[in-house]
């Protein structure tokens, strides 16, 4: 009797974790950071440490707001299937060019 009272238990904390499980490893929706107001932030916060450390070779606030526009238009479709590349095998997203071809190939 104690055998059973055991299995019965068992399969109802089974039950029990087939049911509530999946709701704590279910995808939910996700935030990530705003592409646009993010590249642009970083870029231009990269370019305010650059003048930082190298005076001489300033970037002014035009090329600034260039490198921030080109970083945002970046991710525009479909200009962000450049942005791979695989090292070890020397290829890009699924045989397209790499991100090392297109940063070196300004005609690209």
């Known amino acids: 009797m104690?055998?059973?009272k055991f299995v019965e238990n068992i399969i109802k904390i089974l039950i029990g974790l087939i049911?509530?499980?999946p709701i704590f490893v279910s995808p939910a929706k996700v935030w990530a950071y705003d592409a646009v107001t993010t590249h642009r932030?970083?870029?231009s916060e990269s370019a305010k440490v650059f003048n930082y450390y190298y005076p001489e070779?300033?970037?002014s606030s035009l090329e600034?707001?260039?490198l921030a526009r080109g970083s945002v238009d970046e991710d525009t479709p479909p200009r962000w299937l450049n942005h791979f590349y695989d090292p070890v095998h020397q290829i890009g997203f699924r045989g397209l060019r790499t991100s090392k071809d297109w940063a070196e190939n300004t005609t690209a």
């Open 64 to 66: 600034i707001d260039s």
């Open 19 to 21: 049911i509530i499980c």
């Open 41 to 43: 932030a970083i870029t």
């Open 2 to 4: 104690a055998n059973r």
């Open 57 to 59: 070779l300033v970037i």
